[in-house]
């Protein structure tokens, strides 16, 4: 309609590798416009046991994918006996945003996760996959790619993944308005799904 604006949301998410493992970080904050409109979501979205998915763009297309992903390899495992891998669930969303290229989900999405060892990927709104041993997404990303550029190295303790994470989130929470509130961290190994919460007030330099 004319004379209507669209709605603009922000976010910053990222991921990257350390050793056997695989890190993904998130802001917690949800925004319409110049509104926030919630200080508790959950951008990182588990997909299995041993994969999850981050979401920055809008929430409900984000879900959307999140739930037919999560659904697709429960299916593939309970018809094949096998675990989907983490490069099939990327290839599968990669058709799936690909097939609605015309009308695109406004999503981008890191998937992370492993199968025989460590995996990310990242995808954009038309289907392109790529991946990586670092990557970050959303509004506040190219302030966290200057920590991540600046720190990541191969050979990384999760210690030091889980530390870098959280900076970078919290130094694009300084810095982009769309991002705060604090930091979700997820970590996934062989046989190893974990959750963690940094609130706002904990992040140090």
Known sequence: MQGVKPIT??????????????????????????????RRVKKIVKITDYAAITMAGLVAD????????GTE?????????????????????????FSYKAFPFLVQVIIGGYDVKPRLYALDPFGSVTEETYVATGSGSPIAYGVLEEHYRENLSLEEAIKIATSAIRSSMLRDVASGDGVDIVVISRGVYEEKFIPFSSLTV
């Open 9 to 38: 949301t922000g976010t910053t998410t990222l991921g990257l590798i350390a050793g056997d493992h695989v890190v993904l970080a998130a802001d917690k904050r949800a925004t319409a416009g110049l509104m926030i409109a919630s």
């Open 62 to 69: 984000a879900q959307m994918l999140a739930d037919i992903l």
């Open 73 to 97: 390899a429960r299916v593939y495992e309970l018809e094949t006996g096998t675990r989907m891998s983490i490069k099939g669930m990327a290839t599968l969303l990669s058709n799936i945003l």
